[in-house]
C-alpha cells in the first residue's frame, strides 16, 4: 500500500540553531572590611570599591562574646526609647520568666 501524501509544516526541515545564554557583565570589585583588610571578588555590580562597616568580625550576631554596643546611628534608638520608653528594656522582664522556666 502507497503512504498517503501529506503536507509538510512550512520550515520544518530547516534545522534550528541553539538558543544562546546572555552573557552576564561581570565587575571586579575591591571589598574593604571594618578592620582595613581588603579582597577582591566578581560581581554583576559595577561598583568598584565597597567599604563595610559592619562585617563578620564586627557584628554581635556572628561574635556573641563581645557585649551588644548598641550605637544611635541617626537618632533611631534615641526616638525608640523616646516613644516606646517604658517597653523598651524587656531585657530584666526577660531574665525573670527564663529563671520561672528554670525553676519549673
Known amino acids: 500500500m502507497a503512504k498517503v501524501w501529506r503536507p509538510r509544516k512550512?520550515?520544518?526541515?530547516?534545522?534550528?540553531?541553539?538558543?544562546l545564554q546572555p552573557r552576564i557583565?561581570?565587575?571586579?570589585?575591591?571589598i574593604i572590611l571594618s578592620d582595613g583588610s581588603t579582597f577582591t571578588?566578581?560581581?554583576t555590580s559595577p561598583?568598584?570599591?565597597?567599604?563595610?562597616a559592619k562585617d563578620t568580625r564586627?557584628?554581635?550576631?556572628?561574635?556573641?562574646?563581645y557585649k551588644l554596643d548598641?550605637?544611635?546611628e541617626g537618632g533611631h534608638l534615641s526616638r525608640f526609647n523616646k516613644k516606646?520608653?517604658?517597653?523598651?528594656n524587656i531585657g530584666e522582664d526577660f531574665d525573670d520568666f527564663l529563671d520561672i522556666e528554670?525553676?519549673?
Not at 512550512?10 to 538558543?19: A, F, L, M, T
Not at 561598583?47 to 563595610?52: C, G, M, P, Q, Y
Not at 564586627?58 to 562574646?65: F, I, K
Not at 516606646?84 to 523598651?88: K, L, M, P
Open 84 to 88: 516606646f520608653g517604658e517597653y523598651g
Open 58 to 65: 564586627n557584628h554581635p550576631l556572628w561574635n556573641p562574646q
Open 25 to 30: 557583565e561581570s565587575f571586579r570589585q575591591k
Open 41 to 43: 571578588l566578581h560581581s
Open 47 to 52: 561598583k568598584s570599591v565597597i567599604k563595610l
Open 102 to 104: 528554670e525553676k519549673q
Open 70 to 72: 548598641l550605637q544611635d
Open 10 to 19: 512550512i520550515g520544518s526541515d530547516i534545522p534550528k540553531p541553539p538558543e
